[in-house]
C-alpha cells in the first residue's frame, strides 16, 4: 500500500524526532481523511482519532519499523513510540543484562493505587498488602520465586496517574515491596537486584508493572577466577 511506504519513509526520516514524526503523521492524516487538523492545536480528542487511525491501519508496520531503531543496549536506545500504551509496554519487557538469561521472565499488571510507605496509616498499610496479598493468590506459576533460597531479580515501573501525587520511588518501592514480600516471593532478602522506575500519563488510575526472573548476579558464572583482588582509589574505609 502507498500508505505503508509513506509511513516508512516518514519514520526513517525522522528516526530521532517525534516531534518530526507528529508533523508529518498530522499532514498524512489530513491528506487521508480531508481534515484541517493543526499540530499546534491538536485537542486531546484530535490525539485520538490520530492514534487510532495510525494504530488500526499501521500497527504492524509501526511495531516493525521501530523494532528496527532499537539497539541492543538500553542506554544507546533511541526510540519513539505511537503512544503511551506502546512505551509502557515496551519498558515493561526489559530484559536485565546483569542477571543472566534465566527464562522465563514473568511480567505482571497490578492495578492499584500506589502508595508510599512514608505517609501510611497502619489501617491504610494494612488494606494495601491484604489487597497485594489477595492479587498474588491465585498465581501459581511464581511458585520458584516463594522458595527461601530464590535469588530474584525485579524491575518495577510505576504508571502515575496524572492525578496522582508525585512520590518518592523509595518509599512507593518499600510499600510495595512489603507487600509482595511472603506473597510473590518469599522475602525481600531474596532479591538481589532491584530496578525501578516512574513514569507519567495522561489517564486517571495508576497501575504497576512488576517484571521478575530469576537472578544468576552472585552465581559468579561469568567470573573465571572467583576473588577480590581490588586497590581502592578513594581513601580509607570508614569506619562507623
Known amino acids: 500500500m502507498k500508505q505503508n511506504y509513506e509511513l516508512h519513509e516518514i519514520i526513517k526520516r525522522n528516526i ?7 508533523n508529518e503523521f498530522v499532514e498524512l492524516y489530513n491528506r487521508e481523511t480531508k481534515s484541517e487538523l493543526e499540530v499546534s492545536k491538536l485537542s486531546s480528542n484530535d490525539k485520538e482519532k490520530l492514534y487510532d487511525f495510525f494504530n488500526s491501519i499501521f500497527a504492524e508496520d509501526i511495531e516493525a519499523m521501530m523494532l528496527q531503531t532499537y539497539k541492543k543496549e538500553l542506554k544507546q536506545t533511541s526510540n519513539i513510540f505511537l503512544g503511551l500504551a506502546e ?18 521472565v514473568h511480567i505482571l499488571i497490578l492495578r492499584i493505587k500506589t502508595q508510599s510507605k512514608q505517609a501510611l496509616t497502619k489501617d491504610k498499610r494494612k488494606n494495601f498488602e491484604a489487597a497485594i496479598k489477595k492479587w498474588c493468590a491465585g498465581r501459581s ?9 530464590a535469588k530474584i531479580c525485579i524491575f518495577i515501573l510505576f504508571a502515575l496517574s496524572k492525578t496522582s501525587r508525585n512520590k518518592d520511588l523509595d518509599n512507593m518501592t518499600k510499600a510495595l515491596v512489603d507487600g509482595l ?17 516512574k513514569v507519567f500519563h495522561s489517564d486517571t488510575e495508576d497501575f504497576i508493572f512488576i517484571n521478575i ?28
Do not use: T, W
Open 16 to 22: 530521532d524526532n517525534s516531534f518530526g514524526i507528529k
Open 87 to 104: 512505551k509502557y509496554n515496551y519498558l515493561s519487557q526489559y530484559h536485565c543484562p546483569l542477571c543472566g538469561n534465566s527464562l522465563p
Open 141 to 149: 506459576n511464581i511458585e520458584k520465586f516463594r522458595r527461601q533460597e
Open 181 to 197: 514480600k511472603g506473597n510473590l516471593f518469599y522475602d525481600d532478602i531474596n532479591i538481589d537486584h532491584l530496578n525501578i522506575m
Open 213 to 240: 526472573r530469576e537472578s544468576n548476579l552472585n552465581s559468579h558464572e561469568d567470573v573465571v577466577f572467583d576473588i577480590l583482588k581490588h586497590k581502592f582509589a578513594c581513601g580509607e574505609f570508614i569506619d562507623i
